[in-house]
């Protein structure tokens, strides 16, 4: 029998993060909580978790802080971050630092269980599609599916997990035309409908690094009024 998934839900108050444990505990998933941000990043630095729910605000090191630090490591885990209703600016700065979802509060469980599973459905998808050992060359890019790395002129690029998910995307599929709404469903998610302009800020970080000093569209190529295309021979 394979082992629950292992979660880890940052949360200061200490009624919703034992509620929100019971929850997912019925649902079959191994939790664990903290509600001190500081604690919270020390442990999700020091072990693997599955999946990371996780509030902004936080005494010690705030949600933005910890998102931000995981997304430097070489590991990837899912991030559902949760923030006050209506705060606009702090959920798209959030899915800038690379959070996958987000929930406003108050927090409904169900829709937090809803979240979680559909989180794991999205991974489960995409680690399906995926030719996990198959390396992609294109003019002088490498690309490592199962080392989850990059290389441009033999030199490693440091990307982000989520800058690497949509390179190695776009890379699987060289030449065909994707809309901003088409990646952000496939990488993100339905529920990330209207947050388009992420897209272009990661596109744009993304190119930066892949292209060095050359043009900006020679891997990924803007196709005006539509989307964005993989370089069939850059």
Known sequence: MSQPRHLLVVEDDPDLAQLAR?????????????????????????QRFDLLVLDLMLPGVDGLEICR?????????????????????DRILGLELGADDYLSKPVS???LSARVRAMFRRIESLDSRETRDEVFVRGNLKI???????????????????????????ASHPGRVFTRSDLVDALWGPGYAGYEHTVNSHINRLRRKI?????????????WGVGYRFNESP
């Open 144 to 170: 490592d599916p199962l080392r989850r790395s990059a290389w441009l002129d033999d030199q490693r690029v440091e990307l982000t997990a989520k800058e690497f998910d949509l390179l190695h995307f776009f």
């Open 211 to 223: 292209n060095g000093d050359g043009d900006l569209q020679k891997f990924i190529e803007t196709v």
């Open 22 to 46: 019971m929850h997912l505990e019925e649902e079959g998933y191994r939790v664990s909580v903290e509600r001190d941000g500081r604690r919270a990043l020390e442990l999700a630095l020091g």
């Open 109 to 111: 469980l169900r829709e």
């Open 69 to 89: 630090a995981l997304r430097k490591q070489p590991h990837y885990v899912p991030i559902i971050m949760v923030t006050a209703k209506g705060a606009e600016f």
